[in-house]
């Protein structure tokens, strides 16, 4: 029987203290505060989590202390993948040992004109017959210049061990045709927090939500609110946030997400190179989302 996702899940970012190692200290601070809201659980390594600049120890080790010092009623999704099928299937079961109850894998895109329909089965069959826990699908289009068709997405779903995807598209369109192409058990989460209530509206069951590390309650209270039939009360949630999800997302990224999180009483501290931290303006700018969107006094 497949497994199936619902709700919110924050993509948690990975603190680091002034010489640019992971301070684990941080990451248990932010998780004891995260734990007191009703998410499902954490991506570890969605992109917000700066994965690219971490070595396969680190991811192991940050994988290993998000469970320790996690709510065991929370589940653990570690972002593992790679243009490479064999490193993806290690990191892969390393993660299942170290804790992780299921994997999102991002498209390969290195050779994005290769990234076709039967490339991208073949990839993802592999890795699904190839390792222990559950996989979830990562659309990104954005940042890897794929994007996974629908038919593919619904072949896929028939995998008993494909059990959805994160898609983090601004496309409603897609999101429907997606939802009404895979089948009921087959889950299908909004990838930002700007389309999380039409993504609901489309049929999403959920969302990892960058904006979900800054705003929990907020995101809780549109799927909640939807769920109850409460639409005008979600639709004025979702309004609310929409600027700053864009500010911490498309316009600033991991800094912007980072400097909100510091500005909140959580600790986000510095990107590690070579992103580079927030000007001085750009911080007021967000601190004045921040305000706007009810967060901040």
């Known amino acids: 029987m497949k497994h199936y996702l619902n709700g919110i899940f924050p993509p948690i970012t990975t603190p680091f203290n002034s010489d640019e190692e992971i301070a684990f200290d941080k990451l248990k601070l932010n998780l004891s505060r995260y734990d007191k809201f009703n998410l499902k659980g954490y991506v570890v390594f969605g992109s917000?989590?700066?994965?690219?600049?971490?070595?396969?120890?680190?991811?192991?080790?940050?994988?290993?202390?998000?469970?320790?010092h996690t709510d065991d009623a929370k589940l653990v999704i570690a972002g593992t993948g790679s243009d490479s099928i064999k490193e993806t299937i290690l990191l892969s079961n390393e993660a299942a040992k170290s804790g992780a109850d299921y994997v999102l894998v991002i498209t390969p895109s290195f050779f994005q004109k290769g990234m076709s329909h039967?490339?991208?089965?073949?990839?993802?069959?592999?890795?699904?017959?190839?390792?222990?826990?559950?996989?979830?699908?990562?659309?990104?289009?954005?940042?890897?210049?794929?994007?996974?068709?629908?038919?593919?997405?619904?072949?896929?779903?028939?995998?008993?061990?494909?059990v959805g995807i994160k898609n983090s598209t601004e496309n409603i369109a897609e999101l429907y045709e997606i939802v009404n192409i895979v089948p009921n058990n087959f889950s299908v989460l909004a990838g930002t927090g700007s389309v999380l209530l039409p993504g609901l509206q489309a049929g999403c069951v959920g969302g990892v939500l960058a904006l979900a590390n800054i705003a929990p309650k907020e995101c809780l209270d549109i799927h909640k609110k939807y769920v109850e039939g409460r639409f005008d009360e979600a639709k004025e949630i979702q309004n609310r946030i929409l600027a700053l999800n864009k500010a911490v997302t498309a316009t600033y990224g991991v800094a912007g997400l980072k400097s909100s999180m510091d500005m909140l009483g959580y600790y986000g501290g510095l990107p590690r190179k070579p992103l580079q931290p927030l000007e001085p303006k750009q911080k007021k700018e967000i601190e004045n989302l921040l305000i706007k969107a009810k967060l901040l006094n």
């Open 48 to 68: 917000n989590g700066e994965s690219v600049f971490l070595t396969r120890e680190e991811k192991i080790k940050m994988i290993a202390t998000v469970r320790e």
């Open 118 to 162: 039967e490339a991208l089965l073949s990839y993802y069959l592999c890795l699904a017959d190839s390792i222990k826990i559950p996989l979830i699908i990562y659309n990104v289009t954005k940042f890897t210049n794929v994007n996974i068709l629908a038919e593919t997405v619904s072949e896929l779903s028939s995998h008993q061990n494909i």
